[in-house]
């Protein structure tokens, strides 16, 4: 297949462009850079060092002999150069990761909450305009995130995107509805993915497009077999207080003896997912296209659900680090449970990595590789999801 990756220099766009290319498809990457820009606006860097989009390609032609084309387009500022690229290649699939994911950054301030808001949504619409303009039959795959659903975890298992509901009303007849899932979004980030799933379904509903969307959790891990091919692919590892996750910033922390930043007590369950699975189901996503005039095909992508703490437990017991419960700068409740249904994966054969398999170790190898990098300034998350939490304490509120 001829894939367009859209966003595919970040983390999870990269190895997936890498995976792709060495199946065998026609891989073209397109991606404005703004997460490098991003990383010099906060004054924070990759713990792995990136080679830039040239170099990565470069290294990527040696060890494979296969090539990937990159153009430098941004879907929400360049409607017409994204029209005009999407004519020219005609692609029969693409990828959708361009857009701001950090929740932190998103909650920074006004100008962060604006520009996640006008990228993520301008992205996603100017790339479904362009389609139906264009009058392409490409499948749409879109990253977005377990966050949709909210964390109410009262038991109920989160299906994959849809709620059957039976609805009687006052004259006492019952109806069957399957809606989407309604959406409690905990971030603005969070809130501009529930906000594309309403541009999905309109597009899917209006103008028959094929849109598989990926309700992803928390990744975790670094390498995959294509990255590891040469230090000029390796993919990149954030750890910072706006844009690491959870798990990886706990094993950097560990590694470098920086207590575990665990958000209050830590109760909080989150879903979790290897980088190594992301890119195996994003590949199955690819190979299973829904058909035209199919609902918006809505999947699950988790591995597993555990709490913060446990997490931070499982890392303290290989690295030695000690838990430290730090006021929590997010609103979110302090615990909860979460399930969550991931059978459309298991059943297309994701057998996915769990974190006790001991793949961890891999993980921290990485970590204390790049030891020398670690910058302990950056660990501290500043960003507030409400002035009251502790106002005064971030400059710039
Ligand atoms: P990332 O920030 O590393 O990569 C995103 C890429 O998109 C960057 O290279 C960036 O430059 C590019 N981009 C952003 N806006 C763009 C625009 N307007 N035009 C062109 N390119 C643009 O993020 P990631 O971790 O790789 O996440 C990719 C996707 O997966 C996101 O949509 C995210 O919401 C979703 N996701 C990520 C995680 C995670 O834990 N990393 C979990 C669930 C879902
Ligand atoms: N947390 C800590 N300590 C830290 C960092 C985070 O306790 O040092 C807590 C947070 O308070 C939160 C949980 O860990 O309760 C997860 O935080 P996170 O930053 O790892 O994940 P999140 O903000 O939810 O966002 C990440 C990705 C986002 C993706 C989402 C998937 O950045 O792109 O959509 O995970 S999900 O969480 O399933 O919605």
């Given at each position: 297949?001829?894939?367009?990756?859209?966003?595919?220099?970040?983390?999870?766009?990269?190895?997936?462009?890498?995976?792709?290319?060495?199946?065998?498809?026609?891989?073209?990457?397109?991606?404005?850079?703004?997460?490098?820009?991003?990383?010099?606006?906060?004054?924070?860097?990759?713990?792995?060092?990136?080679?830039?989009?040239?170099?990565?390609?470069?290294?990527?032609?040696?060890?494979?002999?296969?090539?990937?084309?990159?153009?430098n387009i941004d879907l929400a500022q360049d409607y017409d150069?994204?029209?005009?690229?999407?004519?020219?290649?005609?692609?029969?699939?693409?990828?959708?990761?361009?857009?701001?994911?950090?929740?932190?950054?998103?909650?920074?301030?006004?100008?962060?909450?604006?520009?996640?808001?006008?990228?993520?949504?301008?992205?996603?619409?100017?790339?479904?305009?362009?389609?139906?303009?264009?009058?392409?039959?490409?499948?749409?795959?879109?990253?977005?995130?377990?966050?949709?659903?909210?964390?109410?975890?009262?038991?109920?298992?989160?299906?994959?995107?849809?709620?059957?509901?039976?609805?009687?009303?006052?004259?006492?007849?019952?109806?069957?509805?399957?809606?989407?899932?309604?959406?409690?979004?905990?971030?603005?980030?969070?809130?501009?993915?529930?906000?594309?799933?309403?541009?999905?379904?309109?597009?899917?509903?209006?103008?028959?497009?094929?849109?598989?969307?990926?309700?992803?959790?928390?990744?975790?891990?670094?390498?995959?077999?294509?990255?590891?091919?040469?230090?000029?692919?390796?993919?990149?590892?954030?750890?910072?207080?706006?844009?690491?996750?959870?798990?990886?910033?706990?094993?950097?922390?560990?590694?470098?003896?920086?207590?575990?930043?665990?958000?209050?007590?830590?109760?909080?369950?989150?879903?979790?997912?290897?980088?190594?699975?992301?890119?195996?189901?994003?590949?199955?996503?690819?190979?299973?296209?829904?058909?035209?005039?199919?609902?918006?095909?809505?999947?699950?992508?988790?591995?597993?659900?555990?709490?913060?703490?446990?997490?931070?437990?499982?890392?303290?017991?290989?690295?030695?680090?000690?838990?430290?419960?730090?006021?929590?700068?997010?609103?979110?409740?302090?615990?909860?449970?979460?399930?969550?249904?991931?059978?459309?994966?298991?059943?297309?054969?994701?057998?996915?990595?769990?974190?006790?398999?001991?793949?961890?170790?891999?993980?921290?190898?990485?970590?204390?590789?790049?030891?020398?990098?670690?910058?302990?300034?950056?660990?501290?998350?500043?960003?507030?999801?409400?002035?009251?939490?502790?106002?005064?304490?971030?400059?710039?509120?």
């Open positions: 297949m001829k894939i367009i990756v859209f966003g595919g220099d970040g983390f999870c766009g990269w190895p997936i462009a890498l995976r792709l290319s060495n199946s065998g498809h026609d891989i073209i990457v397109i991606d404005n850079l703004s997460r490098r820009r991003i990383d010099r606006e906060l004054g924070v860097e990759s713990l792995t060092p990136i080679a830039d989009i040239t170099e990565r390609l470069a290294a990527w032609q040696r060890v494979s002999g296969k090539t990937i084309t990159f153009h150069g994204l029209r005009a690229t999407l004519a020219e290649l005609a692609p029969d699939a693409v990828v959708h990761f361009a857009e701001q994911r950090a929740a932190p950054y998103s909650m920074r301030n006004a100008a962060g909450k604006r520009y996640t808001v006008d990228n993520n949504i301008n992205a996603t619409h100017n790339l479904l305009v362009a389609l139906v303009d264009l009058d392409l039959d490409t499948h749409l795959v879109h990253l977005g995130t377990m966050g949709v659903y909210g964390y109410d975890g009262d038991g109920l298992e989160i299906p994959e995107g849809y709620l059957d509901v039976a609805v009687t009303d006052e004259a006492g007849q019952s109806y069957q509805r399957s809606i989407l899932y309604p959406t409690r979004p905990g971030s603005v980030y969070h809130l501009t993915k529930s906000m594309d799933q309403l541009l999905f379904q309109f597009y899917a509903q209006n103008d028959r497009l094929r849109i598989t969307d990926l309700h992803q959790g928390i990744v975790w891990g670094t390498q995959t077999e294509e990255t590891e091919r040469d230090e000029a692919l390796v993919n990149r590892f954030d750890y910072d207080g706006d844009y690491g996750t959870v798990l990886n910033r706990f094993l950097v922390e560990g590694v470098n003896g920086y207590p575990l930043t665990v958000h209050g007590s830590g109760g909080q369950t989150r879903a979790f997912i290897n980088i190594r699975d992301t890119v195996r189901c994003v590949a199955l996503a690819l190979e299973n296209p829904p058909q035209r005039g199919e609902r918006v095909r809505i999947i699950n992508q988790l591995a597993e659900t555990l709490s913060v703490r446990t997490v931070a437990e499982l890392v303290a017991a290989v690295t030695g680090a000690e838990l430290a419960n730090v006021d929590n700068p997010r609103k979110e409740a302090e615990s909860n449970s979460l399930r969550a249904s991931n059978r459309t994966f298991r059943t297309l054969g994701l057998n996915p990595i769990l974190l006790k398999d001991g793949v961890m170790r891999e993980a921290l190898e990485i970590v204390q590789r790049y030891k020398d990098r670690f910058d302990p300034k950056v660990v501290p998350a500043r960003s507030l999801w409400t002035r009251e939490n502790r106002p005064g304490i971030v400059p710039g509120y």
